[in-house]
């Protein structure tokens, strides 16, 4: 057995601060990286082409980042429960490391890569965890047990004292030319386009892949918008957010080098506003891990509403509704402005993803994991933990003790969509309208139908009633 160690990337693409990839180059200077195109993944149908765009993209630089390192990442096109191990074999590898996740498949598909490679002898890294500040076995109430709240999450785990960003991997060894052969004969190819995997995505990225981006878009953020965070957040006409959030999802940025850019950003800070500030926004950052440690103690969530009245709800699926939502043409200008800027960015802005998952739920009578998918298929940042997290929130079947949170379209465009800036961006067969007929949506029909935009599919009071009926009654027959 030689001296190699493999490195198996999945969803920390970047070699700087990487706890596994450190850890792999302390016991061996020959480190050489692998990723793997896995089908049982690129083959459902909630992929996004932005997202494996950015995938894609972030690869390509990883490949960079290794061959500056003095080694090279390989890529494999298979099962991976089959192909890392037997790539493992052919090249008579030591070990193979990776970090851990939270989701329900990285698991099987983990367990079943551990078993494989402990009959042949080959080490493997127990549970490391690196896409998180605090893994879920770290964060527990005083009686040992999950939370299911955030708000004591919160208390304990900004308590605890967080790692410092980990070295980065340099002056490694990569394979031999001979090596390289054997590796080509186990399956190793060319990285493939986003497209030569059926993935189109023309349109721009609301960040462009690799870690140099994600590192100078967190030092932009922390040294000037991070401080009216609080505020500004709240405004979707506004780029008041990090927009962090494909980097963090494929560990494009380590976590650890973000939180430290919070703590500088907070050294830095001269008033009580930018710290409150600050803070708002290491409060998403726990958010963030909130959902990833409940996915991981609470897998059931993956498969549907997690409280009892959500469990049999009788949703009406109205699939003409239903394809309105996804289009942009609910007659309602905020939801439709929101849907469209996911449609052509592949990112919405965090106001409006309540907003319609909202109107979806509670309005359209809609069973959420509809829209849960429609969000996966489209988003750039598109994450089980997240994305469910936010949808179970937003349709009050969550974990979330308070139950029912209705968002009215027209008062939430009141507040947040004053000048109706955001909704004239997306929709633009709205531009010339007086601005208060935008923001309380009472548009007659007749203006309506001469710029050609619906009318309101349903009536946001009158839904609101019937779904705090059916909410009772199924309270009454389910139980809470
Ligand atoms: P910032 O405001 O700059 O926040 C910084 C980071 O904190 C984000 O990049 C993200 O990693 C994390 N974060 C912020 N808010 C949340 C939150 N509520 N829950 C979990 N993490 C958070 N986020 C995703 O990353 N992927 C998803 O698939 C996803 N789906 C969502 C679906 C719904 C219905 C809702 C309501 C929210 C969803 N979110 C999701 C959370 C949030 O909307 C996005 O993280 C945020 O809009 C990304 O923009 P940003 O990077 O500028 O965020
Ligand atoms: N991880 C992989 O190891 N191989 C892939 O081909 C792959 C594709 C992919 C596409 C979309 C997406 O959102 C994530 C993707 N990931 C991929 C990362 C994935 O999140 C992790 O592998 C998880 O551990 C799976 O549970």
Redesign the pocket.
Known sequence: MSDLILFWHRRDLRISDNTGLTAARKQSSKVVGVFCLDPNILEQDDVAPARVTYMIGSLQSLQERYAQAGSQLLILHAHPTQAIPKLAIALGARAVFWNWDVEPYSQQRDRAVTEALKEKGIQFLEKNWDQLLHSPEDIRTGSNQPYTVYTPFWKNWSSKPKAHPVEILENAEGLTEAEKEIAKASGVIELPSAKDLAFHWDGELVIEPGEAVAQERLEE?CANTINE?KEQ?NFPAVEG?????AA??FGVIGVRSVWQATVEALENSRSDETEASIRT?QQ??A??EF?QHAMYNFPELAEGAFRKPFKNFPWENNEEHFQAWCEGRTGYPIVDAAMRQMNELG????RC??IV?SFLTKDLLMNPQKGEKY??QK?I???LS??N???Q??ASSGMDPKPLRIFNPASQTQKFDQEGEYIRQWVPELRSMDTEYLVTGKISPLERHAVGYPDPIVDHNKQQRQFKELYQRQKMNEGR
């Open positions: 953020f965070y957040r957010t990090s927009r962090l959030s963090l999802k926004w998403e950052l958010w963030r959902y990112w919405m802005h965090n993803r309540m998952a969000f996966m988003l940042d598109g994450d997240a994305n997290g936010g949808w929130w937003s």
